[in-house]
């Protein structure tokens, strides 16, 4: 048998067991406080799901001994008599900061508050689960820190830095701590900008150092360093004040000591070392008053520094020009440029140089008009940095100064006088400019002209002028918008005739020519570089061009010699033109036909029938009677008189019959210009005759068919009034059908009968065909063979008679046309299904057929062989039962 547990263990499980229910809980080991510090003690409870708020107990020990009640959050007077005035001026005090979590804040520590401090808190629970209070250490140190600002190495006023913008400056701080525990220092350099701060450069308790937002460049680069001089001293330096580091510096010391593996921070001491105030540098540039020089002298101007730096600093000049004083026309144009290395950056013919550290001269060669406009000098001061940089402190910029060179201008007169001057529309116009008077035109001086335009308004209107041609220095020809077009197709021509004479010739002026007309001579000076730059422009007095515009008349009169003729006769039409305000005119003459106001087979239509131009050229136009090629004639009888003939009319060349006559100007020889048109009245064609009147109809027998059937149309002529033989009667006879229910859509011709008996049938896209004969002397029959889905529709047939004349020539009467009669194509179901039905009843008889053949063979030979095998087993089975 085993021996019994003893009994510690026991009591080790049984605890253990206890200890699963909530546990309370403060730090872990001793904390340490300095006197005069405070102290703040956590105290919470694990695994507590109550609704209500946790109450707590705090109780203290100096020894680890019995206990003191010190404060409760629910029993105002649990603390102890020595406790109580402490809690009632607030310098012990409890604080909640979770309904399972409060604070134990004790004010201005004292030696006698070392000791322990248990946190409980009271059971309401049926039984015991868990632990209910927790004790830690608290060690009470004497301040032994002492953090103090050491005096200024620069001289100031008080704590107080001034200092220039790029100028060093340190700034220390004495830290030390005597306490007898082994504690570690951290310290932090802070800038305070008002209520801002700014972390600047830190060493922390493990001796690193860390640069603050905004200072890591600077650090990392050497500008901003922390140094440790003797045993307590830490300086803060920096190579190069910037305008952000003005402010105030403080001194931030904490001292911190290592419990069990964790760190805490025993106390933090703070003093402001100074105030660093960055003074602007003073920096002013000058170069002087306006100035005046003569064309190729030498241009001397000066730039004077004033500044109140005396360190090593290193100015850097810069000289600029521009031809507006102001910043608001071109951005300035550098001439030369001395760099801090005392390099000079300039063109060959300015020079840069320097008498003193505080003077800087531009010197400029052979000036000329083009170096007129203001100078100014641009000064930027460098100090030198860490690892060879170089840092801008200040800059300036001097005023500008006018310079004015000084030259002989040309002088010259310019006269403007019109050498042609057009009476009317299409006569030339010609203009020179001249230029008189020369004074101080030498070699290096040209001249050039812009030719311009002004309308014509009235007092009260803004008169603008627009640019027709401009010449630069370079004889380079520019064209304006209003002359560009005319001048490439050679209406317009401006040249030079002599050294001091210019031309513009309008071959052929518009009355959009119209106006006033002046001239600008530029005067161009050479400049070093080979270029030009304008130096004088002089207008000339403006020249008017104008005529008095008439409208141009033009008046055509149509007359006709026979008025009164019948069929089969010569028609004869003459046209008279007059004109008025049309130089030179020439006329094309063209002649129209219209039906006549009752006419309906096509109303409102005029037809072109031939036309003759100004050059003389006839030409059939709409002609398209191909028997009659020869029978219309166009003739010019006198220039101003033209003749119409027409052989052989027939009715359908009734109508009205006019000339339109259009007035052509010549224009630079072989050219010509419409100038007017005009219309003749109308001369009428109207045959009184009392011939036959003939109509058209259509009639079909078979309106509705099944597909495949043919279909037969009628056309039948009737003719009413005067009988007539067969024999002296043709009809072209046409075939028309609409392929819808309306009428809405473009008939399509079919086939077509002359009087020749020559049939023309169009070509369709299906597989129908037609067939059009004649059946009797007025009968004409149209076949549809083998009708298709696509053949119905609209038909109709139209009728052009043919009237034999006693004269025995042949006449046209007007075309008619039938009204229309609608066609339906219907399918047969019957024979639509015929031919699939046969043919799947076929392929069905033949598959049931080929299914019992395989059917058949496969039993016969594939399963014989397994039959004989069968029995064999069988009698294998009978002779081992008899054995």
């Not at 005392?342 to 001269?361: F, G, K, N």
């Not at 270029?531 to 006709?560: N, T």
């Not at 037609?770 to 004409?780: A, D, H, M, Q, T």
Request: net charge negative; charged share 25%; with cysteine.
């Amino acid at each position: 048998m085993g021996r019994p547990a003893p009994r510690p263990l026991l009591l080790a499980l049984l605890w253990l067991a206890l200890c699963r229910g909530r546990v309370v809980r403060v730090p872990a080991g001793s904390l340490v406080r300095v006197v005069g510090t405070e102290l703040v003690i956590p105290c919470n409870v694990s695994d507590y799901d109550g609704p209500s708020e946790q109450n707590f107990d705090w109780s203290f020990s100096s020894s680890g001994g019995s206990f003191v009640e010190l404060a409760s959050t629910w029993e105002v007077g649990f603390g102890a008599q020595l406790y109580r005035e402490r809690l009632q001026r607030g310098e012990i005090l409890l604080r909640r900061t979770a309904n399972d979590a409060v604070e134990l804040h004790i004010k201005n520590v004292q030696p006698s508050d070392q000791g322990h401090y248990k946190c409980s808190t009271p059971s309401t629970d049926a039984t015991v689960q868990g632990n209910y209070e927790d004790t830690v250490q608290v060690k009470v140190l004497a301040d032994a820190l002492h953090v103090a600002a050491s005096p200024l190495s620069s001289p100031g006023l008080g704590r107080s830095l001034s200092l220039h913008l790029g100028e060093p400056f340190e700034l220390r701080c004495e830290a030390a701590t005597a306490s007898p525990l082994h504690t570690h220092l951290a310290l932090l350099w802070e800038l305070r900008h008002g209520a801002t701060r700014q972390r600047v450069l830190a060493l922390t308790r493990e001796g690193r150092l860390h640069p603050g937002p905004g200072y890591e460049q600077r650090y990392h680069g050497g500008d901003v360093r922390l140094d440790t001089v003797g045993s307590d001293g830490y300086r803060l330096s920096v190579n190069r004040a910037l305008a952000a580091d003005q402010g105030t510096y403080r001194c931030v010391v904490s001292e911190w000591i290592e419990e069990q593996g964790a760190w805490q921070e025993i106390q933090e001491k703070a003093v402001d070392v100074a105030t660093v105030v960055i003074q602007p540098t003073v920096l002013r540039a000058a170069v002087g008053r306006n100035v005046s020089v003569a064309e190729g002298k030498e241009l001397d101007l000066s730039c004077n520094i004033t500044t109140d730096r005396a360190d090593d600093v290193r100015p850097e000049v810069t000289w600029y020009f521009s031809r507006t004083p102001d910043r608001a026309g071109p951005g300035p144009h550098t001439l030369a440029r001395l760099d801090r290395d005392s390099l000079v950056h300039s063109s060959p013919h300015v020079a840069l140089s320097h008498v003193d550290a505080r003077s800087y001269h531009l010197l400029v060669r052979d000036v000329s008009k083009e170096n007129s406009g203001y100078y100014s000098c641009h000064v930027a001061l460098w100090v030198p940095g860490h690892n060879r940089s170089w840092h801008k402190v200040a800059e300036a910029t001097s005023a500008p100064v006018g310079v004015d060179v000084t030259w002989l201008e040309p002088g010259y007169q310019v006269y403007l006088n019109a050498s042609k001057v057009p009476e009317s529309s299409d006569d030339l116009t010609e203009l020179e400019c001249r230029v008189v008077d020369k004074k101080s035109m030498e070699g290096s001086v040209r001249v050039t002209v812009s030719w311009y335009y002004r309308m014509n308004r009235r007092n009260d209107d803004v008169v603008t002028s627009e640019l027709l041609a401009a010449m630069d220095g370079d004889w380079t020809l520019q064209y304006g918008e209003r002359s560009k077009q005319r001048a490439q197709d050679g209406d317009f021509i401006f040249s030079k005739e002599r050294a001091d004479t210019f031309s513009f010739r309008i071959q052929r002026t518009t009355e959009e020519d119209r106006g006033n007309y002046y001239c600008v001579v530029s005067a161009w000076t050479k400049q070093r570089n080979s270029g030009w730059v304008k130096s004088r422009e002089v207008f000339s007095k403006p020249v008017h061009i104008f005529w008095a515009s008439e409208d141009s008349v033009l008046v055509v009169k149509a007359r006709q010699p026979k008025p009164f003729f019948a069929a089969g006769n010569t028609f004869e039409m003459t046209c008279k033109v007059s004109s008025q305000n049309i130089k030179s005119p020439r006329y094309s003459v063209l002649i129209t036909a219209e039906k006549p106001a009752g006419d309906l087979s096509s109303p409102n239509e005029t037809k072109y029938i031939i036309s003759l131009d100004q050059d003389a050229v006839v030409r059939l136009e709409n002609w398209t009677d191909a028997s009659r090629v020869d029978g219309v004639v166009l003739e010019k009888v006198q220039e101003d008189e033209f003749r119409y003939r027409m052989y052989q009319t027939q009715v359908s060349d009734a109508g009205l019959y006019r000339c339109v006559v259009t007035a052509w100007s010549p224009v630079r020889g072989s050219l010509w210009r419409e100038a007017a048109t005009s219309l003749s009245n109308p001369i009428e064609i109207d045959f009184q005759t009392s011939g036959p009147i003939f109509n058209a109809s259509v009639y079909s027998d078979t309106p509705s068919v099944i597909r495949g059937d043919l279909v037969k149309l009628f056309c039948i002529i009737t003719v009413e009034g005067a009988a007539l033989d067969p024999d002296d009667m043709a009809f072209d006879v046409s075939w028309f059908v609409v392929h819808s229910f309306g009428l809405d859509k473009a008939p399509i011709l079919l086939s077509s009968l002359d009087r020749k008996g020559i049939v023309s049938t169009a070509r369709r896209d299906w597989k129908s065909d037609l067939s059009l004969e004649r059946v009797g002397v007025l009968e004409f029959l149209l076949q549809v063979h083998g009708s298709e889905d696509q053949d119905f529709g609209n038909y109709y047939c139209s009728v052009a008679p043919w009237v034999k004349s006693p004269t025995g020539s042949w006449q046209k009467e007007a075309e008619i046309y039938s009204k229309p009669v609608f066609i339906t194509v219907k399918m047969d179901v019957l024979n639509a299904f015929k031919y699939p039905l046969l043919i799947g009843v076929g392929l069905s008889t033949v598959v049931g057929l080929l299914s019992c053949l395989i059917g058949y063979c496969s039993s016969h030979w594939c399963c014989k062989k397994e039959v004989q095998e069968t029995r064999r087993e069988r009698r294998r089975l009978m002779s081992m039962e008899m054995d």
